[in-house]
T-cell receptor, first 112, second 114 residues
Framework: EAQVTQNPRYLITVTGKKLTVTCSQNMNHEYMSWYRQDPGLGLRQIYY???????DKGDVPEGYKVSRKEKRNFPLILESPSPNQTSLYFCASSNGQARTQYFGPGTRLLVL | AQSVTQPDIHITVSEGASLELRCNYS??????LFWYVQSPGQGLQLLLK??????LVQGIKGFEAEFKRSQSSFNLRKPSVHWSDAAEYFCAVGTNNAGNMLTFGGGTRLMVKP
């Protein structure tokens, strides 16, 4: 089944404790992206990657890092999480040509 | 930069009634337009998309949307709502930029009365 998976689905952590949210897709898509969803703001893009080893900032990149060492994986790294990063995070992938993005199930993060 | 506005934060309709969710966008060129639905605790599912051609687009679950360039709108419609349609709906605009970024509206939460 074609899908985007994220782990973990739920995470509670404390300020300053580094964490990684994994994202993997099995559709051989070149393009991958991370969004955060906050009430009333819809989804905002954090980072995106056009291909392996090619990443760039989206609208709200501060406090986040990403890497793209393999085509299928695009982890999101919070090196020193803060409470304002409490949010619902979505990973998405696309083959680019279709401009249609397929979303993972989301990761709900609470930073205390 | 592009932007998307969904004027209605909450909408309540009776089961069986018709539905229209509004979406207005701002973008200098011809946009790619999408509607996604998010059920409680779920990810986003694509309902339909518009790239070019016929301005009336059919999607899944009986939804349709009409692109009106003169009004910069892409409203979502369904002739008869089912209780299972209760969810949050997001309109999004995509562009030709290298980032392939989707810009989302703030969402409209739909409640369905029995």
């Amino acid at each position: 089944e074609a899908q985007v998976t994220q782990n973990p689905r739920y995470l509670i952590t404390v300020t300053g404790k580094k964490l990684t949210v994994t994202c993997s897709q099995n559709m051989n898509h070149e393009y991958m992206s991370w969004y955060r969803q906050d009430p009333g703001l819809g989804l905002r893009q954090i980072y995106y990657s056009m291909n392996v080893e090619v990443t760039d900032k989206g609208d709200v990149p501060e406090g986040y890092k990403v890497s793209r060492k393999e085509k299928r994986n695009f982890p999101l790294i919070l090196e020193s999480p803060s409470p304002n990063q409490t949010s619902l995070y979505f990973c998405a992938s696309s083959n680019g040509q279709a401009r249609t993005q397929y979303f993972g199930p989301g990761t709900r993060l609470l930073v205390l | 930069a592009q932007s998307v506005t969904q004027p209605d934060i909450h909408i309540t309709v009776s089961e069986g009634a018709s539905l229209e969710l509004r979406c207005n966008y701002s973008y200098g060129a011809t946009p790619y337009l999408f509607w996604y639905v998010q059920s409680p605790g779920q990810g986003l599912q694509l309902l339909l998309k518009y790239f070019s051609g016929d301005t009336l687009v059919q999607g899944i679950k009986g939804f349709e949307a009409e692109f009106k360039r003169s009004q910069s709108s892409f409203n979502l419609r369904k002739p008869s709502v089912h209780w299972s349609d209760a969810a949050e709906y997001f309109c999004a605009v995509g562009t030709n930029n290298a980032g392939n970024m989707l810009t989302f509206g703030g969402g409209t939460r739909l409640m369905v009365k029995p």
